[in-house]
């Protein structure tokens, strides 16, 4: 019971955003009642605290299948879009927003995991990028790193962009390619602009 309670609150979340979404609204989606909820989860924040935890743990999990799967970097990067697509375009632009204000030590997990697994992999992968000619080697690799995490939590961020009509989804995508463009070498943008091609 308390994974179907944990995978509808995701739902949810994802879709209204952390703010709107109650318990009652939860258990009224799962057909139980509140109470039920209550003796898995003592409250809100113990809910999207572990919703948070699932979401770390599966995306450590994404970056160590794109890893084995991908050799190639820039491939690599294509395959991770992919794979968050669905989760993007479903999901409500404001949630880690409201997750920061509202919920400080769920988001103080997601952001422990972003400053050290995935700004490590990034690292890691600009590296190996520069090693194959593709990126750039005059850059601060952190530095490139820590950019390219700041530009992915703006889009998410209400104030950013006001009137933004782009897709959570697109804007993402948008600053990715003109971060991309920024660090790629000739070699680096001829492979990056082939596999954009065949993305489309």
Known sequence: MKSR??????????RYG??????DAIASE????????YQHFPDKDSMV????????????KKWEELDKLYSNVIEKMFKSFEMVKDMLVQMNPRLLFEIQKFFPTAFQLFKNHGEKYINENLIADFKKGAQFGYFRNDIDFELLARLRMAEVDLAFNPDFYPNNKLSLYDTQLTLMDIFMRGILTEKGLTLYTSYQNNSK
């Open 5 to 14: 309670i944990l995978e509808k609150g995701t739902e949810l979340f994802f």
């Open 18 to 23: 952390v703010k709107t979404v109650t318990m």
């Open 49 to 60: 605290f572990e919703v948070v935890q699932a979401f770390v743990e599966q995306d450590m």
């Open 30 to 37: 799962l057909g139980i009642s509140k109470k039920t909820i």
